[in-house]
């Protein structure tokens, strides 16, 4: 089932690949875009300006959505272009969430567990498809438009639901001052880091049971 929704998207979204090489857009240089477009929202969730924050994780989405089909239309997917794209959503990912610990709205502790949970991820992945020799263990619940729908719904409800932030003398990862409002942002965090760690264990349960054609 998953396969036949990935084959649907792939063919409903190849006209953006047509639009893009059109213009003489290269995947890769969308791949970079992406990254760019990241690590600005990035910075503009350390300042506060979450409606453009919102704007600049939404254009990385695009982007990301962009160069696949890019390549796909070109019919230049090479080895290499999966590397990068790979490498730069965890770049991706990563300056998302230094802005969320910079913001001093979500607490450095659940930045920390929710990285980690995602690189164990992609490194159960990375080990599964080489050393494992599995074809594809793109499996289980936080992969990354999951992540990113999640981190776009934190940035857009925190100065909504939270506009005063993380108490200023909070150094419990777990305290909470209903006064300050719902810590959203810092939920969406910690559900993502949560979600990663389940994946783990899924990926690697997948590993298990298809490694070398097992």
């Known amino acids: ?8 998207y792939e063919e409903k979204t190849l006209f953006l690949g047509k639009f893009c090489a059109g213009l003489g857009l290269t995947p890769n240089s969308l791949t970079v ?29 695009l982007f990301d959505i962009l160069d696949g089909a890019t390549a796909r239309f070109t019919r230049t997917s090479s080895a290499f272009g999966t ?10 990912e990563f300056f ?19 990285l980690f949970g995602a690189l164990m991820a992609s490194y159960v ?20 438009k999951e992540k990113a ?13 939270n506009p005063r932030g993380l108490p200023a003398d909070s150094l419990n990862p777990l305290a909470h001052a209903p ?23 899924q990926r690697s349960d997948f590993a298990r049971t298809h490694a070398d054609g097992g």
């Open 149 to 161: 729908v999640l981190f776009a719904i934190g940035v857009l409800l925190e100065p909504l639901l």
């Open 1 to 8: 089932m998953k396969a036949n929704a990935r084959q649907s």
């Open 96 to 114: 998302i969430a230094a802005g969320c610990a910079g913001s001093g709205r979500v607490h450095p502790v659940w930045v920390l567990f929710s």
């Open 179 to 201: 006064s300050e409002g719902i810590l959203v942002l810092q939920l969406a965090v910690i559900l993502v880091g949560i979600l990663s760690h389940i994946t783990v264990y």
């Open 125 to 144: 992945r990375a080990c599964a498809e080489s050393a494992g020799r599995v074809k594809n263990c793109s499996v289980g619940l936080m992969e990354r």
């Open 33 to 61: 875009s992406g990254v760019v477009a990241a690590l600005i929202s990035g910075i503009l969730i350390w300042n506060h300006y979450f409606v453009a924050a919102l704007f600049f994780m939404l254009a990385s989405g």
């Open 83 to 92: 590397v990068l794209d790979r490498v730069c959503d965890r770049y991706a």
